[in-house]
């Protein structure tokens, strides 16, 4: 532990000297007894220094949380010679709050152990380290104090809370492996499709018997088969507006994380790209590990800064599989963005676009000119979806505070209308 | 302890409450501005508006000292404590406990040491060369180790 002195200690001692000096000098016993207390002070002090020697282990009860969850991380204590006044202070990111007094003054008493636990509201996803413990020890007089850094860094994972989607986007076209979206095309399935004339190598159990006789030939059941699907999660990560903790990056990754849960419950393949500053991407594939892989990968998601010009030409082409349903979550803030959305819809891929809008996180300015700038900016972005929907691709708002259910069914009802893009 | 100072020296009283004052302020000043390099020399300005009174008082010895004395390092040590204070950490009641018997303990002893320094003064030990020794001995050793703290403070 780094010791450190206080200047308390060589000022009474300094006090001490003067007085005695200038007692023997002037002949004043009451220079002395003036400079007594301050020299028994002094010799107190350094008499009292000791190395309190303190240990720490710092435990979180789980490594993993959800946000708004609650972990209890206990630190332990020991110091052998014991510390009347123990300064704690648990290092924690702004993501994490904690809900007891940190940092706090504590008594160690010699060689008994002292548990303190601290519980932390996990307020934001993202992959944290709690620690190291800053600790303090100082004597009865605070003349000395020892100083250092314990305990190591704990790692702690809050995952982004995942919201109940009642109905998920289905895309135009399936993909050839067995799921559970009912296809648009006809072959073999459960779902009926239409009834139509037995041409041969129709199986016999195929044979709609009523139709048949109703119709003096035969006639068979057509079905529609049952696939799986490929969605890729295109994320935009130009720009971040943030608002009293809030922003646009966190309901993206949450609806990131809800989409992909529910779509990879449903056996479809799903993939990620994160598209900016920071390119980043996970190929399309199915079950529990891909989820854990796009978690973990929204986990690492931040906002770089970048001016670098990029398109979708930098994306790996296996990212962006035929047929796929790219769903873009964006707040439409960066132009680069913006153009290869409309580049991949050009290249005619199934695209949906969320939009996550910033305008609940962005209050007008004040003044004349603030007011017209922020109207002009709204203008800006109707005029850019007003593009978007002259190309076929649907782009629904969506605010902070409303369940990502409302914008999805504002999107299943557009496409219910809709037909496939053609490049 | 000004007051105490003032009322002992009627004639220059305005000048042992002028540095008096002075040093009030500039403790006031450290609290405020938790400007603790100054906390000594508050106590050294407090420190000399009592020994100007010694000095215009006369050669009699002041039998208050010892608590003029006890009075200025428990002002130093509450100063010292409020400064450590002024992050708001919230302590636990058996810290403040101890430091508060640690406080109270120390100046007490301070007293203490301080009575005995007047006490000695009545009791004839006699004088001359070896007496003068000694005490200069004393005065250098605390001198010395004076210097010894402040160069491990450095």
Same mark, same amino acid.
């Given at each position: 532990?780094? @010791?450190?002195?206080?200047?308390?200690?060589a000022?009474y001692?300094?006090?001490?000297?003067?007085?005695?000096?200038?007692?023997?000098?002037?002949?004043?016993?009451?220079?002395?007894a003036?400079?007594?207390p301050f020299? +028994?002070?002094?010799v107190?002090?350094?008499?009292l220094a000791?190395?309190?020697?303190?240990?720490?282990?710092?435990?979180?009860?789980?490594?993993?949380? /959800?946000?708004?969850?609650?972990?209890?991380?206990a +630190?332990? +204590?020991?110091?052998?010679?014991?510390?009347?006044?123990?300064?704690?202070?648990?290092?924690?990111?702004?993501?994490?709050?904690? @809900?007891?007094r940190?940092?706090?003054?504590?008594?160690?008493?010699?060689?008994?152990?002292?548990?303190?636990?601290?519980? /932390?509201r996990?307020?934001?996803?993202?992959a944290?380290?709690? *620690?190291p413990?800053l600790?303090?020890?100082r004597?009865?007089?605070?003349?000395?104090?020892?100083?250092t850094?314990?305990a190591?860094r704990?790692?702690l994972?809050?995952?982004?809370?995942?919201e109940t989607?009642?109905?998920?986007?289905?895309?135009?076209?399936? !993909?050839?492996f067995?799921?559970?979206?009912?296809?648009?095309?006809?072959?073999?399935?459960?779902?009926?499709?239409?009834?139509?004339?037995?041409?041969?190598? $129709?199986?016999v159990?195929?044979?709609?018997?009523r139709?048949s006789? @109703?119709?003096?030939?035969?006639w068979?059941?057509?079905?529609?088969?049952?696939?799986n699907?490929d969605?890729?999660?295109?994320l935009?990560t130009f720009?971040?507006?943030?608002?009293?903790? #809030?922003?646009t990056?966190?309901?993206?990754? %949450?609806?990131?994380?809800?989409?992909?849960?529910?779509?990879?419950?449903?056996?479809?393949?799903?993939?990620?790209?994160?598209?900016? *500053?920071? +390119?980043?991407?996970?190929?399309?594939?199915?079950?529990?590990h891909?989820?854990?892989?796009?978690v $973990?990968?929204?986990? !690492?998601?931040?906002?770089?800064?970048?001016?670098?010009?990029?398109?979708?030409?930098?994306?790996?082409? %296996?990212?962006l599989p035929?047929?796929?349903?790219?769903?873009a979550?964006?707040?439409?803030?960066?132009?680069r963005?913006?153009?290869?959305?409309?580049?991949?819809?050009?290249?005619?891929?199934?695209?949906?676009v969320?939009e996550?809008?910033?305008?609940?996180?962005?209050?007008?300015?004040?003044?004349?000119?603030?007011?017209?700038?922020?109207?002009?900016?709204?203008l800006?972005?109707e005029?850019?979806?007003?593009?978007?929907e002259?190309?076929?691709?649907?782009v629904?708002?969506?605010?902070?505070?409303?369940p990502l259910n409302?914008?999805?069914?504002e999107?299943?009802?557009?496409? #219910?209308?809709?037909?496939p893009?053609?490049? | 302890?000004?007051?105490?100072?003032?009322a002992?020296?009627?004639?220059l009283?305005?000048?042992?409450?002028?540095?008096?004052?002075?040093?009030a302020?500039?403790l006031?000043?450290?609290?405020?501005?938790?400007a603790d390099?100054l906390?000594?020399?508050?106590?050294?300005?407090?420190?000399?508006?009592?020994? &100007?009174?010694l000095?215009?008082?006369?050669?009699?010895v002041?039998?208050?000292?010892?608590l &003029?004395?006890?009075?200025?390092?428990?002002?130093?040590?509450?100063?010292?404590w409020?400064?450590?204070e =002024?992050?708001?950490?919230a302590?636990? =009641?058996?810290?403040?406990?101890r =430091?508060a018997?640690a406080?109270?303990t120390?100046?007490?002893?301070?007293?203490?040491a301080s009575?005995?320094v007047?006490?000695?003064?009545?009791?004839s030990?006699?004088?001359?060369?070896a007496?003068?020794?000694v005490?200069?001995a004393?005065?250098?050793?605390v &001198?010395?180790?004076?210097?010894?703290?402040?160069?491990?403070?450095?």
């Amino acid at each position: 532990m780094t @010791r450190i002195v206080s200047p308390r200690l060589a000022a009474y001692a300094g006090l001490a000297a003067t007085g005695l000096i200038t007692g023997l000098a002037t002949g004043r016993v009451e220079l002395v007894a003036l400079a007594a207390p301050f020299a +028994l002070a002094a010799v107190a002090g350094a008499a009292l220094a000791r190395d309190p020697a303190i240990e720490a282990t710092l435990v979180l009860d789980r490594e993993r949380a /959800l946000e708004s969850e609650d972990v209890e991380a206990a +630190l332990e +204590l020991v110091s052998p010679g014991g510390s009347d006044r123990v300064e704690v202070l648990l290092q924690m990111p702004a993501e994490l709050r904690s @809900r007891a007094r940190n940092p706090r003054a504590v008594r160690l008493a010699p060689g008994e152990p002292r548990t303190l636990t601290v519980p /932390l509201r996990c307020e934001r996803w993202g992959a944290f380290a709690v *620690g190291p413990v800053l600790v303090r020890a100082r004597d009865p007089l605070g003349f000395h104090s020892w100083e250092t850094k314990l305990a190591g860094r704990s790692p702690l994972r809050v995952y982004p809370s995942v919201e109940t989607l009642h109905a998920l986007l289905p895309p135009f076209e399936t !993909q050839v492996f067995i799921g559970n979206q009912v296809s648009r095309t006809k072959g073999d399935g459960i779902e009926f499709a239409d009834v139509r004339e037995w041409e041969p190598g $129709d199986r016999v159990r195929r044979v709609n018997w009523r139709a048949s006789a @109703r119709r003096g030939g035969l006639w068979v059941n057509d079905q529609h088969p049952e696939r799986n699907t490929d969605v890729v999660l295109f994320l935009d990560t130009f720009a971040d507006v943030r608002s009293a903790g #809030r922003g646009t990056l966190d309901l993206t990754v %949450r609806a990131a994380t809800s989409l992909a849960h529910r779509y990879l419950q449903r056996k479809d393949r799903v993939g990620l790209v994160s598209f900016g *500053g920071y +390119l980043s991407w996970l190929l399309p594939a199915s079950g529990t590990h891909q989820l854990y892989r796009i978690v $973990d990968s929204l986990l !690492q998601m931040d906002i770089v800064l970048s001016f670098a010009t990029k398109g979708v030409d930098v994306l790996p082409p %296996r990212t962006l599989p035929p047929k796929a349903l790219v769903l873009a979550l964006t707040p439409l803030l960066d132009s680069r963005s913006a153009a290869a959305l409309l580049d991949l819809r050009a290249r005619g891929f199934d695209l949906v676009v969320i939009e996550v809008s910033p305008v609940p996180f962005i209050e007008p300015g004040k003044g004349e000119l603030a007011e017209l700038s922020y109207r002009l900016w709204r203008l800006s972005r109707e005029s850019l979806r007003a593009r978007y929907e002259q190309a076929g691709v649907p782009v629904i708002e969506w605010l902070d505070g409303v369940p990502l259910n409302v914008p999805l069914e504002e999107v299943a009802a557009f496409r #219910r209308h809709a037909r496939p893009a053609r490049a | 302890m000004l007051a105490y100072a003032a009322a002992r020296v009627p004639s220059l009283a305005g000048l042992v409450v002028a540095i008096g004052l002075l040093g009030a302020l500039l403790l006031a000043f450290v609290l405020v501005r938790r400007a603790d390099d100054l906390l000594p020399w508050a106590l050294a300005v407090l420190a000399v508006a009592y020994t &100007v009174s010694l000095f215009v008082h006369g050669a009699a010895v002041d039998q208050a000292a010892p608590l &003029v004395a006890a009075g200025l390092l428990l002002c130093g040590e509450l100063a010292a404590w409020s400064l450590d204070e =002024r992050h708001g950490m919230a302590a636990e =009641r058996a810290v403040v406990l101890r =430091r508060a018997l640690a406080l109270g303990t120390l100046v007490l002893a301070g007293l203490g040491a301080s009575a005995a320094v007047v006490a000695f003064t009545a009791a004839s030990a006699g004088n001359g060369l070896a007496w003068t020794a000694v005490g200069a001995a004393a005065a250098v050793l605390v &001198v010395g180790t004076a210097a010894r703290l402040a160069r491990r403070t450095a």
